[in-house]
């Protein structure tokens, strides 16, 4: 029975990593993937991992019928026998609607990757349509850490180290920017409610917060 499975976890965790790794296999077996990303990091049609990993993958646009894309693949005679969605939490409902279709009319297994919450910790419209629909969601195993040592739940946008909480859902970064443009950092809950990120608990812990008390 296929299925529509649904990869989450943090930024930074290890998703895309695990969709080149489902690939690998199964091509290495002989089956045939469609890839499917959008606004991955490395550039349009591109799917990558931090691991230096990548292939190419068919760019999903606004208004893509992801279901018709794959007919019309198929029809033209050539081959997919599963799917792989990366950064899937940047689709739209209505696409992840289509590969629940693909699962259950064309009896394909698709394999979808992605963050569930934003910098503010609400969930993206691709993100809550697939633990709407998919068959099992799985939380990736390999934790990334906030830097107090807990495990990251959250992802918090970073404007010169500071956790910010305004702008737009969707600015395409990574963890590891330079500290002056918007990046990103995990935290943990806790440190999300909190705002507190590596560098403001850096700052935090050299302040003094006490005035040296002169001796004369
Ligand atoms: N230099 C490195 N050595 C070993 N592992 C690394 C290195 N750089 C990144 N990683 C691993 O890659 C993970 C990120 O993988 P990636 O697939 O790009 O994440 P995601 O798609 O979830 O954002 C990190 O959590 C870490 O485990
Ligand atoms: C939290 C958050 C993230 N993004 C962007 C930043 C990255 O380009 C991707 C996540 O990619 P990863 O492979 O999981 O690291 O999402 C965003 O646009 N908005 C956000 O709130």
Known sequence: MSELVFF??????????LALQIEHNRSARGLVGMIFT????????????????????VEVGDGADLYAHLVDHLSRGRRADYVIADEAQFLAPEQ???????????????????ITTDFRSKLFPGSQRLVELADRVEVLQVEALCWCGARATHNARTVGGVMVVEGAQ???????????????EVLCRRHHRRRMTAATARAAALAPDVLPVSSS
């Open 96 to 114: 992840i609607d289509q590969l629940a279709r693909v699962v259950d009319d064309l009896e394909l297994d698709v394999y979808a990757f992605g």
């Open 8 to 17: 989450c976890g943090t930024m930074d965790c290890g998703k895309s990593t």
């Open 170 to 184: 969707v600015v395409v970064g990574d963890v590891t920017g330079s500290t002056d443009e918007i990046g990103y």
């Open 38 to 57: 959008r606004n991955d990091r490395a550039g349009e049609g591109k799917l990558s991992s931090r691991l230096g990993l990548v292939t190419d993958a």
